[in-house]
């Protein structure tokens, strides 16, 4: 079992910057991804990374913009997202599995999501 807390969100401004986090606790030795899901739209893939930390892959949308990364422990998750924009608007949820993917399906565990708004 692996239980997932986000923190981090809030209301920025276009071209503004904010950091998620993700805590982990229970087994922990798994990839994260990064997820988001606006009003009325589906669930989309923003980034992954790697057990270890050694891989880590983007949407096109953030490809540039936001840098997924986690502690030595592995047991806190972050993206750093620069350069926000409008459309990044959404719920931000990350999710822990045992497949490198961009697939939600291939996630096991999720957290409760953070608000992010991108709004002047």
């Known amino acids: 079992q692996v239980q997932l807390v986000e923190s981090g969100g809030g209301l920025v401004q276009p071209g503004g910057s904010l950091r998620l986090s993700c805590a982990a606790s229970?087994?922990?030795?798994?990839?994260v991804g990064w997820f988001r899901q606006a009003p009325g739209k589906g669930r989309e893939f923003v980034a992954v990374i790697s057990r270890r930390g050694s891989g880590t892959y983007y949407a096109d949308s953030v490809k540039g913009r936001f840098t997924i990364s986690r502690d030595n422990a592995g047991n806190t998750m972050y993206l750093q997202m620069i350069n926000l924009k409008v459309e990044d608007t959404a719920v931000y949820y990350c999710?822990?599995?045992?497949?490198?993917?961009?697939?939600?399906?291939?996630?096991?565990?999720w957290g409760q999501g953070t608000q992010v708004t991108v709004s002047s």
């Open positions: 999710a822990a599995g045992h497949y490198i993917s961009a697939r939600p399906s291939d996630y096991d565990y």
């Open positions: 229970g087994r922990t030795s798994t990839h």
